[in-house]
């Protein structure tokens, strides 16, 4: 056997200078180094200093880039959790820049909103809860959304585009990216906003907001008149349109609108598109709740109105071509129907229909019947509530969230919620007793009892700070989740309690009208989520929490709905220094510099709000006409003695009481 040429092992000698003992001493250390470093060749010394300094400099030059690279890995986990490796996009909002104002068709008005000198906002209620940073902190996890809720066809539509991930945002390649026109004076953090003009006298006030809102509108048509003329959806971004129905949703939504700012001249632009263009003769299937309450609802609210009987003309034929929805086994209607073909089905997947689709289609069709004297539109919708009223299944008088179009009984039951799929039935019951002029009890019965539930189920109170929220019931488990679309229930509430109902309704509503609030205060962009979850264990040190998917941004109404009535209501201002607010930040995070405002994927990152690239109707036929009369002084201007908003902002007429005999 041969020794190894040259040693593959290091021998370690402990020498005896350490007398026998281990010493590992620096001076040692050190010796022994320069021992070594004295045996190496001149060469091998040369070799080695050379690729030390060779070191040091590629250290040098490669940390900024090697820093930022991983800067960027680190955000995008953030954004996007699971999706760690994907590029870091680019930003598609960019630094606000600032729009000339346009001339307006009315008078000038003292001082446009991007022309006044701003103060900084009187903040209200409880103290915000969160640090910026922690905000921050909050925010991890993947944005790859999944929404849990939402209201009907509309909010399935979301839905599905939703759970493709992040698709509906469009960036980087052939898109320009957009700028959000701001309000330059309402600063660039949601700390330095709302701005308020300094010492202005009410009137001044006023005039000064309502042409905010009035702006906000003609920007919002421009984009959708310039893009998407005659179609349904606007997709500010990539400045094209979206079809849902073929149908001219958003025109036909924001008809109402215009004629409530007074924008005659887009007003008879569009009565003109829907007298030549609008046509119902199409081989297409729409969706029962939604076509009834935004464009039934839109043509009979602009009927009344305008006084103009195209407007009828055009609703009665929507709404004799959506009766097929009702030949059902069990009268409960289907969700889909083709109008051109007048067949109706259920979705394809379940016979089914949501329970709040098939309770909120009553104010449109009664006002039909009463202003053909066709019964038919009526007897339809009344048999359906008359069927529900009477169903077993309810707690409290919650109603579960599907009904079954051949059974006429609820299904997939034991979920209370006042959210998505069940919300605008509680809405309905108050609104058909005052549309029908207080007279038909059951309505009441039923909305006094659900009241009730929601008192004794689904109400608790957040913590630290105390904000009463409306949770849900899931087989007996209460769970703390809001969605946006219940913030119209301090709004219902309040108009309940105009119309006679007990005090207690109007005090629920100022608590409800506040959390509803703190879900827009707490985000960094100032705009509420699709979903909150509100923590209900003491110690907890921040009241409301948003998952991941939750992030997102329709552009809803429901808060600034609510805002409208609580004001009209109590006179006071701070619900519309609220909205004010509420409107500077559309403006600053959803405002597309071409035209149009587009829901957003994330609430809590101003810098990088994700545009989901779609103006939905409701912006123009609900958000923005509730800030107009949350601003307006007019109380004449759609009294509420007069009239009774449908679901979709469509004011329809409380029915005069019959002449006594
Ligand atoms: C609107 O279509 C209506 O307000 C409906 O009742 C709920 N969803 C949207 C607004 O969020």
């Avoid at 009526?378 to 069927?387: K, L, P």
Wanted: hydrophobic content about 35%; charged content about 25%; overall charge neutral.
């Amino acid at each position: 056997m041969h020794p190894p040429a040259r040693k593959d092992y290091v021998s370690v000698t402990f020498g005896e200078q350490s007398g026998g003992k281990y010493n590992n001493s620096k001076q040692l250390r050190r010796r022994s180094c320069w021992r070594k470093w004295k045996q190496l060749s001149r060469l091998q010394r040369s070799l080695a200093l050379f690729a030390l300094v060779l070191l040091l400099v590629f250290g040098m030059t490669s940390y900024p880039a090697v820093h930022q690279h991983f800067r960027g890995l680190v955000d995008v986990d953030e954004e996007r959790g699971a999706a760690a490796g994907l590029p870091h996009p680019p930003r598609v909002l960019q630094e606000p820049v600032k729009v000339q104002p346009e001339v307006p068709l009315r008078p000038e008005p003292p001082l446009l909103p991007s022309q006044s000198p701003m103060k900084r906002p009187q903040k209200r209620g409880p103290p915000v809860l969160l640090g910026r940073q922690e905000k921050r902190e909050n925010m991890s996890g993947p944005l790859l959304a999944g929404v849990g809720g939402g209201r009907g066809q509309e909010e399935k539509k979301n839905k599905e585009s939703n759970d493709k991930g992040v698709e509906p945002v469009i960036r980087g390649a052939g898109i320009e990216a957009d700028k959000p026109i701001d309000d330059p004076e309402a600063g660039n953090s949601k700390e330095s906003s709302p701005a308020l003009p300094i010492e202005k006298t009410p009137k001044e006030m006023e005039t000064f907001r309502l042409e905010g809102v009035r702006e906000s509108f003609r920007h919002a048509w421009r984009g959708y008149k310039e893009f998407a003329w005659g179609h349904d959806e606007l997709k500010p971004i990539s400045k094209t349109y979206a079809e849902w129905f073929g149908l001219g949703l958003t025109l036909i939504d924001a008809l109402d609108t215009m004629w409530i700012l007074g924008l005659k001249e887009e007003f008879a632009e569009a009565r003109e598109w829907v007298s030549t263009e609008l046509s119902f003769n199409k081989n297409v299937d729409v969706n029962l709740f939604e076509t009834t309450i935004r464009i039934l609802g839109g043509l009979l609210s602009t009927y009344h109105l305008s006084g103009d009987p195209m407007f009828l003309e055009k609703a009665t034929d929507i709404g004799s071509r959506l009766m097929p929805a009702f030949k059902t086994p069990s009268k409960i209607p289907y969700s889909d129907v083709n109008i051109g073909k007048g067949t109706a089905h259920p979705p394809r997947w379940t016979s089914d229909s949501t329970v709040a689709e098939v309770t909120t289609i009553q104010l449109e069709f009664r006002e039909l019947t009463r202003l053909t004297h066709d019964q038919q539109y009526q007897d339809a919708v009344g048999e359906v509530a008359r069927q529900v009223h009477q169903l077993e299944g309810k707690q409290d008088g919650l109603v579960p969230m599907f009904i079954n179009t051949n059974s006429g009984q609820f299904t997939r039951q034991g979920i209370f919620t006042l959210g998505a799929r069940a919300d605008s039935y509680y809405e309905y019951l108050l609104k058909q007793w005052i549309q029908g002029g207080k007279k038909e009890h059951q309505f009441l019965e039923d909305y006094l009892q659900a009241i009730e539930g929601v008192k004794k189920n689904l109400l608790q109170k957040s913590s630290p700070s105390g904000l009463t929220f409306v949770g849900e019931l899931s087989h007996g488990q209460f769970s703390p989740k809001m969605d946006h679309l219940v913030c119209f229930l301090p709004g219902t509430l309040a108009l309940g309690a105009h119309h006679g109902l007990p005090d207690d309704h109007l005090e629920l509503a100022r608590l409800l009208m506040e959390t509803c609030y703190q879900m827009y205060a707490q985000m960094e962009t100032g705009l509420s989520p699709e979903i909150v979850h509100f923590n209900t264990h003491q110690g907890s040190t921040r009241d409301v929490e948003v998952k991941p998917a939750d992030r997102h941004n329709l552009l809803r109404p429901e808060t600034v709905e609510s805002l409208f009535y609580l004001y009209r209501f109590t006179k006071d201002p701070k619900y519309r220094d609220w909205g004010w607010e509420i409107l500077q930040s559309f403006n600053k995070h959803t405002k597309v510099s071409t035209g149009g405002y587009t829901s957003i994927n994330n609430v809590r990152d101003p810098d990088f709000p994700l545009p989901r690239d779609k103006m939905e109707s409701f912006f123009l036929g609900e958000t923005l006409k509730y800030m107009y009369l949350l601003f307006s002084d007019d109380l004449d201007l759609i009294s509420l003695d007069r009239y009774v908003f449908n679901t979709e902002a469509h004011p329809l007429p409380i029915w005069p009481s019959e002449p006594k005999e």
